[in-house]
Every structure is written in C-alpha cells, then in structure tokens.
C-alpha cells in the first residue's frame, strides 16, 4: 500500500506543470485587458479623449469648436481688412522679411506699428504662404478664437477635477461657450488686432500653470513663462498682467516644498525673460540707421514703448506715445526716397509718426492708400494712421 501510494504522489507534484500554464494564461489574460486601461497617445487623446472620459464629453467638446469656427469664420471677409493700419503692416511683412521681423508699416522700411509685432509675424506667414488678401489676415485670428475656446475649456476641466469628471467637462464646455459667444470675443477674432493672440498666449499660459500645479512640474511652469514672454511680444506689459495671479498661485499651491517652488518660479522667469526679451535685444543691437524707426517712441527704442505708451501709459491710462507727449516728441529720422511719394505707406506712416509737426502732409494726399495684389483692391491707411 505504502509502495502504491508513494508513486501516485512522486508524479502528483510533477503534474502541478499545470500551476505554471494557469499562470501563463493568467498572464496572457492581463496582458489582453491591458490595452483597454492603457492611456492613449497624445494625438489619440486631443482627438478622443481619455479611455476613462464619459462618451458624451469628447463630442460636445468638438461640437463647441465647431460652432465656434462657423461663427468666426462665417462671412469673415465683409470685415474688409479690419484694422488698415496693421494690414498695411502685414502687406509689408508680406514683401520684406525685415518688415515683417520689425514689424514695419511700409516695406521700405522707414517706420514700425507702435506695438510689437508677434501678432503681425502670425498675419505676415499667413499672407505670405496663401497671398495677401483679407481671408490670409483674418483667418488666421478667427483660428485663434477656436484654440482659446479650447485652451478655457481644457483649463477649466482640470481646475474642477476635484469636484468630478462630469462636473469637470460640464463647467468646461459652459466656460468655453461663455467665451465663444461674447460679443466683444467675436468681434475681436473677426479683426486684426493683437488682442486675439494676446488672449491665446495668456489663455496657454493659464493651462500651462494649472497643469504645473498639481505635480509640481517645472517645465509647464516654464511654458508658462515661454507663453507671457510671447504675449509681451504681442502687447507689451499688458500681456504680463496676470504673471502676479500665476506666481502667487504656485508659490501658494503648488504641490512641493516652499524652496523648489521658488526654483521653479525662478525657472519659469528665466524662461519669460528669454522668451521675451530676445526680440527687444536684437532691435537694441541692429543699427538705427539699417531699420525702421520704433513707432510709438521717443527716442527710436523700444524700451521706451515697454516703460511708456505700450506699458506705463496703457497701464495707467496715458494715451499718448512715450507715457505722454507723444505727437510732438515722435521725431523719426528722415525719410527715404519711397516716403517722398505721394500716396506711398511710407508718406502715410511719416505723417502718422509727426502729425502734430505736418512734415509730411503737404506732400500726400489726404487719403493714402496701399496697392494690394492684382484684384485684391487697396488697403486705405490714412484713416487709420490720422485717428
């Protein structure tokens, strides 16, 4: 008996081979369900949304922008070319690279709009790859309302997450709704101002600081910082109004200690500097006499736009170029040969910059005009220029 059972049990154990089979099927049953709870791709994820996402989410999302770019879009070009004077300047940027970086109002080159030109770069690509015409410069901005929509919505989401995934993407699509049928949001994507990028940058740099805050990330914080730094190439310090908000909120609310916040703070404003000041540096280096006069100012830098008429004086409330003063202190250098023809941009932009001393007046014609393409028509400037 005792024999008989010792053999049963010595080939038993072996028999537990099914033990190490179970296994690999349990294995093989993980690996089949891992798929489904794997966090898709980046694009998969702008496109689909999270795996984890009610099915409802992702479509009203898509639905909103949607409704959002047929309201832009929708007959765009009845505005014309909106604002003349900075679709003269994207006229430039279309015809000159060194107008375009500058940000000039004529491609020859003799003076710049007074703001920067971040928002003229985007206008100037746009006319350049698709020809200059008022679809080319106002498309661009109508596109710019749709990524705010979704940057609101995205940033509201994620500020909600602790109330829920429902609630979540409920005030997110109520928040971007909110901004996509505004009036004044309308009518500022359907113009060529530089608020429209303007409000993108500062919408991203909101994304880029509640994503920061939650894993104390400092390369969303320095995205952040890369976003203000481009919004001040846009509309100067007024792009940097709400850098206090975003700083404190991180140096409160971020999820580390009290000394990496601070680096990481320092990070991201190294970043801003970097971002923003580039620009500003390359104008202080290029020789005055080999580009164009920095409109706005008073002494042909743009230092004196940043402290003065496009920082300080918008800040608080002086309407004037260089914080004050401005029509009679604006004193370009003399203009080239192309300003000296009537009806020329440049003629328009030397009458702009010295209005109140009517150098140029007598030699243009009280309503300058700027010749587009064949068929495209003319972009009046004086109007513009002399409001």
């Known amino acids: 008996m005792t024999g008989h059972i010792v053999p049963g049990h010595v080939t038993r154990p072996p028999v537990s081979v099914p033990r190490t089979s179970g296994a690999t099927t349990g294995s ?24 984890t996402d009610a099915a409802w989410i992702r479509p009203s999302f898509w639905a909103l922008l949607i409704v959002t770019g047929l309201l832009y879009l929708w007959n765009l070009s009845e505005s014309g070319w909106a ?6 300047a994207v006229q430039a940027g279309s015809r000159s690279w060194t107008a375009l970086f500058f940000g000039s109002l004529d491609s020859s080159n003799f003076i710049t709009v007074d703001k920067p030109p971040a928002s003229l770069w985007v206008m100037g690509l ?6 200059f015409s008022s679809w080319s410069v106002l498309v661009p901005q109508a596109l710019m309302g749709v990524a705010a929509v979704a940057l609101v919505f995205a940033t509201v989401r994620r500020s909600l997450v602790a109330f829920g995934q429902r609630l979540g993407a409920v005030g997110g699509l109520v928040a971007g709704a909110v901004l996509a049928f505004t009036p004044a949001a309308a009518l500022m994507f359907r113009f060529d101002n530089p608020d429209a990028l303007l409000t993108v940058l500062m919408t991203a740099a ?6 920061a805050l939650p894993a ?5 914080l ?12 846009t509309k100067m310090l007024q792009g940097l109004l709400v850098l206090p908000a975003f700083g404190l909120a991180y140096l409160l609310l971020a999820n580390t200690t009290v000394w990496r916040r601070l680096a990481h703070l320092g990070v991201a404003a190294g970043a801003l500097v970097v971002s923003a000041g580039w620009w500003v540096l390359a104008v202080a280096l290029w020789p005055a006499s080999a580009r164009p006069y920095i409109g706005g100012s008073t002494d042909n830098t743009v230092l004196d736009l940043v402290f003065g008429y496009n920082g300080l004086g918008r800040i608080f409330g002086a309407t004037a170029g260089g914080g004050g003063n401005a029509g009679a202190a604006r004193q370009p250098r003399p203009a080239r040969a ?10 328009s932009a030397a009458r702009w910059a010295s209005r109140s001393r009517g150098c140029c007046r007598r030699r243009c ?10 068929g495209s028509g003319t972009v009046p400037t004086a109007p513009a220029l002399l409001s």
Do not use: D, Q
Not at 28 to 40: K, L, Q, V, Y
């Open 222 to 233: 320095a995205l952040a910082g890369v976003a203000l730094g481009f919004a001040f190439l």
């Open 28 to 51: 093989s049953t993980s690996g089949a369900a891992a798929p489904s709870t794997a966090r898709r791709g980046l694009i998969a994820r702008i496109i689909l949304g999270e795996r």
């Open 83 to 88: 604002n003349s004077f900075y679709a003269a």
């Open 365 to 374: 014609s009280p309503w300058s005009s700027v010749s587009g393409p064949p």
């Open 126 to 131: 746009s006319a350049r790859i698709f020809g």
């Open 216 to 220: 104390a990330s400092w390369r969303w």
């Open 206 to 211: 909101a994304y880029c600081v509640v994503r």
């Open 338 to 347: 192309s300003a000296e023809r009537p009806g020329s941009a440049a003629c």
